[in-house]
């Protein structure tokens, strides 16, 4: 398919400040609807010490195409929680449906950065459940696995979770740093991508093995967009 030209979410909320997807789309089989987490970053914070106030927003659709975003009176925004707002200092939340979850209550989960603040009483990168999408419990911290090649590993913020339903496994795409001339640290390495994978969700990851890092083909074409 095409990319559709029209835009999916508008930030028209005074809640809504850089919206962007460090989130995640997708159908959910139970209410057949298009469901979206967006994220939206508030500068200056909210609340001290962070220096930005994240707020993961909620926005559903029935053909994928038109978005609405419903008020879910969840979560205070200066005084009303007239918002889509899902989960307050919060930010890059990957949430997929669990077809091994034990309970429907936990049919849902995500993985996500939490911030200072949150409601879910924890910071990090953790792991929360859901049944219905809206409504989210803390299960635990992200269980960090080995880096294959210790040189390559430091763990930040920027991940991706998913089920995997060839393999029957969840995987994991977790930030690398490998060597090269163009680096963003004093050590001179720059970010790349690494896999792991487990059987049972959050336990016995795999060592992250690096498969993606960039070459002299995409510092070329970044220089050309330049």
Sequence with gaps: GKPREEVAIRATEPWEKWP????????????????????????????PPDSFTCLICYAESKDGKVW???????YDF??????????????????????LAKEDAGRLKMFVYLQNHSPLKAAGEVLASSGDGLNWKLVG??????YANPK?????????FTWDPIARRYLAYVRTFDQSHVAEAKDGR?????????????????????????????????????
């Design 141 to 146: 911290g992200f269980n960090r696995p080995a």
């Design 20 to 47: 962007h997807l460090f989130g995640s789309v997708f159908r959910d089989p139970k209410d057949g609807l298009y469901k979206m987490y967006y994220e939206s970053a508030i500068f200056p914070s909210l609340k």
């Design 152 to 160: 390559q590993g430091n763990f930040t913020d920027s991940h991706h």
């Design 190 to 226: 720059r970010r790349a991508v690494g896999i792991t994978h487990c059987k049972e969700l959050n336990k016995n990851w795999t060592p992250i093995v690096q498969v993606l890092t960039p070459d002299a083909k995409d510092d070329a074409q970044v220089a050309v967009f330049k």
């Design 68 to 74: 609405t975003k419903p008020k879910l009176g969840l």
């Design 78 to 99: 200066k005084g009303s929680k007239a918002n889509n707002i899902v989960l307050p200092h919060a930010e890059l939340a990957n949430i997929f449906v669990d077809p």
